[in-house]
């Protein structure tokens, strides 16, 4: 069996420009033949919107959705489109997350309880939100697949709060892989490896960290949102179809050294 994508209908969350690994998966979810939808974060000029629609053009998204996790009624809404659009879905890429610049470094005793419960929203509990709204347009089953990191299970410097909604994150995919196993939905998430994009430049010393991981992992480099794109696009097809629950660990080999 070959990687093919065609037939499926892909909703892809949080490409904000070219350097997103969200892009890096759009492009290779279509490359294999997916149909996609793509959202992008309001903001109050539409730039965000207009960048989103210039980048994916060349994938000729379906739809091109508002959609702030924060806003329960923007989740409904896209979900509302997609299935007067296409009728169901068959994958849904989480592919956010959002922390306080100031939560991204210094003291991990630091953050405030606000600062904490807004990362945890936004880059945790969001993907149980949209699993829910996905879950009664997966009636013939599907694939969700988030994206989580390192930070999440040992410590890393200035990670922070973010390592604690990474941990909330890979556990929500053990729990919600548990429920909906049972309507053939299958949950994973990919751990990358450190990528300069708009995200990973508020963590503190994140130049530091890609030339730690370049001189130790295995492969000697870091990884790039192909790669990630790559690895999303077989846990999105039918050659993943005995993998539930897992975290993938796309990194160069990072994770395995001691030292
Ligand atoms: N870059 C890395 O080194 C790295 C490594 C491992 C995991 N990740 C994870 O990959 C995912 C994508 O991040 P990225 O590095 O591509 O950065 P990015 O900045 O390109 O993507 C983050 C996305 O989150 C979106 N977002 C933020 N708040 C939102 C909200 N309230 N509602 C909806 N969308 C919102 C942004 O619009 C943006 O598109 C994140 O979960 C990140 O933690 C990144």
Not at 28 to 37: C, F, I, K
Not at 59 to 65: H, N, Q, T
Not at 131 to 151: D, E, Q, W
Request: charged letters at 15%.
């Amino acid at each position: 069996m070959l990687l093919d994508l065609s037939g499926k209908r892909a909703l892809v969350t949080g490409i904000a420009n070219n350097r997103s690994i969200a892009w890096g998966i759009a492009q290779q979810l279509h490359a294999a033949g997916a149909e996609l939808a793509v959202t992008y974060l309001p903001d109050e000029r539409g730039k965000l919107k207009q960048k989103v629609e210039e980048l994916t053009a060349p994938l000729s998204p379906k739809l091109v959705l508002p959609l702030d996790v924060q806003q329960p009624q923007q989740i409904t809404d896209a979900f509302e489109s997609l299935a007067a659009a296409w009728g169901g879905l068959d994958i849904l890429i989480h592919c956010l997350a959002f922390a306080q610049k100031e939560d991204l470094s210094g003291d991990f005793s630091a953050v405030s309880v606000e600062g904490f419960n807004l990362a945890l929203d936004i880059s945790a509990y969001s993907l149980i939100a949209l699993s829910r709204a996905a879950k009664p347009l997966m009636t013939s089953g599907g694939a969700i697949v988030t994206l989580t990191y390192l930070g999440g299970v040992r410590v890393v410097p200035n990670y922070n709060v973010m390592g604690i909604a990474k941990a909330a994150l890979e556990m929500n995919v053990r729990y919600l892989a548990a429920e909906l196993g049972a309507q053939g939905v299958r949950v994973n998430g990919i751990s990358a490896g450190p990528i300069r994009t708009l995200a990973s430049s508020a963590v503190g010393g994140i130049l530091d960290m890609i030339h730690h991981v370049e001189a130790t992992a295995p492969l000697r480099r870091t990884v790039t949102q192909t790669e990630v794109g790559n690895a999303a696009a077989f846990l999105a097809s039918d050659l993943a179809s005995g993998i539930t629950g897992q975290i993938l660990y796309v990194d160069s080999g990072y994770c395995i050294m001691g030292i």
